[in-house]
């Protein structure tokens, strides 16, 4: 199986700060890579996937870079609805596998 | 608009069965691969099961945490899926998720809600 992890595990950022989660493979997974937006009560919501590709919808600070084993998600200037947790998913293989997720706050 | 809703969450207790149930709309169902993801505060997300569509022919696959203890499957003409879950462990405790992928290939991009099951004596 492919191994995710994910870093930091958790942040507390300000409005307008430049944020950026990682997440290894312990394998490569060549791009099949997504980044997910986890809020309680809510379902996850896909902001990326392809490793890069920006969802229809989803506010232009989100972004996503990365192929092999090592991806991130940056979100330029933070917002306050940006406060959720993130989880990446790696989808090349069975079984698919996530990342234990980063949860971020707002100062 | 695009919704799945679950439902058929419950509490059992551990060695019994329950049955998952989620209802599609706003898309053509059979055209898509449709998967179950659950959520437990210890293990975060976990992907479950998969059904392939109708054009890739209704095949499936399982984690192997629930290999030989699951099964999914799918009625296209009721645009609903379904997970029967049978020796039931208080690890199955969890949020459970119907999710879509797109036609083709790629990650779940439509979620439900949720349904939860807890397993506990």
């Known amino acids: 199986d492919t191994q995710m992890t994910q870093s930091p595990s958790s942040l507390s950022a300000s409005v307008g700060d430049r944020v950026t989660i990682t997440c290894r493979a312990s394998?490569?997974?060549?791009?099949?890579l997504a980044w997910y937006q986890h809020k309680p009560g809510k379902a996850p919501r896909l902001l990326i996937d392809?490793?890069?590709r920006l969802q229809s919808g989803v506010p232009s600070r989100f972004s996503g870079s990365g192929s092999g084993t090592e991806f991130t998600l940056t979100i330029s200037s933070l917002q306050p609805d940006d406060s959720a947790s993130y989880y990446c998913?790696?989808?090349?293989?069975?079984?698919?596998?996530f990342g234990p997720g980063t949860n971020a706050e707002i100062k | 608009e695009v919704h799945l809703v679950e439902s058929g969450g419950d509490l059992v207790q551990p060695g019994g069965s329950l049955r998952l149930s989620c209802v599609a709309s706003?898309?053509?169902?059979?055209?898509?691969?449709m998967d179950w993801v659950r959520q437990t505060p210890g293990r975060g997300l976990e992907w479950v099961a998969r059904?392939?569509?109708?054009?890739?022919?209704?095949?499936?696959e399982y984690a192997a945490s629930v290999k030989d203890r699951f099964s999914v499957s799918r009625d296209d003409s009721k645009n609903s899926l379904y997970l029967q879950m049978s020796s039931l462990k208080t690890d199955d405790t969890a949020l459970y998720y119907c999710?879509?992928?797109?036609?083709?290939?790629?990650?779940?991009?439509?979620w439900g809600q949720g349904t939860m099951v807890t397993v506990s004596s």
């Open positions: 999710a879509r992928s797109p036609t083709g290939w790629g990650p779940f991009d439509i």
């Open positions: 706003g898309f053509t169902f059979s055209d898509h691969n």
């Open positions: 059904i392939r569509s109708k054009p890739n022919g209704h095949t499936t």
């Open positions: 394998q490569s997974i060549s791009s099949s």
């Open positions: 392809k490793a890069s």
């Open positions: 998913l790696q989808y090349l293989t069975y079984p698919f596998t």
